[in-house]
């Protein structure tokens, strides 16, 4: 079955700096990608997704990049602010709509 | 429209009592799915129902139970709980990929 990994597990960062996410997959028939962010003590939520057939996608400070030679995909959140604070997830699913997450990543954004 | 809805919010057991964690939906969704979140582990799927009538394993499904009573409404229940059952547990839903989770159950087992 997909098994997905995340990394870093813990990330902080400076207001204003960028932060990567990055997340490898090991199911070839996945195509959809998606990613969330849970704040403490909330449900998670989804921020952006991405298809497996487009590269990049883009919803103002925050973008996500697919490389499915390698399958690999990546968070960038750029101009980080303190609200940025969060536990981000990553997930893979087929043509079923079962997700399989990531372990998630713990972002901290000092100011 | 109140999206996914979950009860109860919290809930203490001990071990080996029964418990049922109700999920509802107002989306009109064909898809529903339990998860249950532990530090350090993400979100484990436990169970999940494709459609209204049909039931599938996930990751995790050892201890528990799930019933997909109609489209609206996924119940998880825990025939005889245990210590490692502890964890917060969260519904969600879905038509075409995009999941929508309920607040989550937090649930302790002593």
């Known amino acids: 079955g997909e098994n997905v990994e995340q990394h870093p597990s813990t990330l902080s960062v400076q207001e204003g700096d960028s932060a990567v996410i990055k997340c490898t997959y090991s199911d070839s028939a996945s195509n959809y990608f998606p990613w969330y962010k849970q704040e403490l003590g909330k449900r998670p939520q989804l921020i952006i997704d991405i298809r497996s057939n487009v590269g990049e996608k883009k919803d103002q400070r925050i973008a996500v990049t697919l490389n499915k030679t390698a399958k690999h995909f990546s968070l960038h959140i750029t101009e980080t602010q303190p609200e940025d604070s969060a536990v981000y997830f990553c997930a893979a699913s087929t043509y079923t709509d079962k997700l399989i997450f990531g372990t998630g990543t713990r972002l901290q954004v000092f100011p | 429209n109140a999206g996914v809805t979950q009860t109860p919010k919290f809930q203490v057991l001990k071990t080996g009592q029964s418990m049922t964690l109700q999920c509802a939906q107002d989306?009109?969704?064909?898809?529903m799915y339990w998860y249950r979140q532990d530090p350090g582990m993400g979100l484990r799927l436990i169970y999940y129902s494709a459609s209204e009538g049909t039931t599938d394993k996930g990751e995790v499904p050892n201890g528990y139970n799930v019933s997909r009573l109609n489209k609206r409404e996924f119940s998880l229940r825990l025939e005889s709980a245990a210590p490692s059952q502890t964890s917060v547990y969260f519904c969600?839903?879905?038509?075409?990929?995009?999941?929508?989770f309920g607040p989550g159950t937090r649930l302790t087992v002593t």
């Open positions: 969600a839903s879905t038509t075409f990929y995009e999941q929508y």
């Open positions: 989306m009109n969704h064909n898809s």
